[in-house]
């Protein structure tokens, strides 16, 4: 009685245990190593947001804001994430990515502590924590819902997809910004 090729087992030498045709126990450390590779990365990253992130907020951007206005920073702010945009549509290696990901950082804190500070400085005192709280659950909700966006545009059209669709949308707020914004809508400073 002849067994199919999908079915027969074999002995592995060294291991006393069966294993199916295809899937040695080497493949299963393949496995076990992506996982872990995976999960530095993601550990990687963490370590960047909770400590370049505030150390570039603290040092960098407390500094500047005590030199500039407000709306001249929101200004400056989008006008860095269009050009890091655009680089990151033409980089082509990951060289190029490290050169741009601290003016990313810089601008992405940059705009987070403006449009904090522009919001809460919008409405009364007594108002500032329920700003602050809508401020983090938007924050949260583009947390969770740009990554879906992100590997869609990713999955259809690549990686410059991604750097033109935020020059092009940061390009649209600047340009509203320079036109409209920043005339209408000067903030109020609180007493």
């Known amino acids: 009685m002849e067994q199919s090729i999908a079915t027969k087992k074999k002995e592995i030498p060294g291991n006393s245990v069966q294993q199916a045709d295809g899937f040695y126990p080497h493949n299963r450390s393949r496995v076990i190593y992506a996982a872990y590779i995976i999960a530095a990365l993601d550990i990687t990253w963490m370590f960047l947001q909770f400590s370049v992130t505030p150390a570039i907020q ?5 500094r500047i804001t005590t030199k500039y206005s407000e709306g001249s920073l929101l200004l400056i702010s989008v006008g860095v994430s269009a050009v890091v945009g655009l680089t990151q549509a033409a980089m ?3 060289f190029h990515f490290c050169l741009t990901v601290f003016p990313m950082v810089f601008s992405l804190s940059l705009f987070n502590v403006i449009t ?34 992100g590997g869609f545009l990713y999955e ?3 990686v410059p ?4 669709i935020q020059c092009g949308v940061n ?6 910004l320079l036109q409209y914004g920043l005339k209408r ?7």
Request: glycine share 10%.
């Open 116 to 149: 904090d500070s522009m919001l809460t400085n919008a409405v009364p005192s007594s108002d500032t924590g329920t700003m602050m709280g809508l401020c983090s659950s938007v924050q949260s909700l583009l947390l969770t819902v740009a990554p879906t966006i």
């Open 171 to 176: 390009c649209v707020v600047l340009v509203y």
């Open 156 to 158: 259809k059209h690549g």
């Open 161 to 164: 997809s991604l750097g033109l």
């Open 58 to 62: 603290g040092l960098v951007i407390g």
């Open 92 to 94: 082509q290696n990951v």
């Open 185 to 191: 809508h000067q903030p109020k400073h609180r007493e």
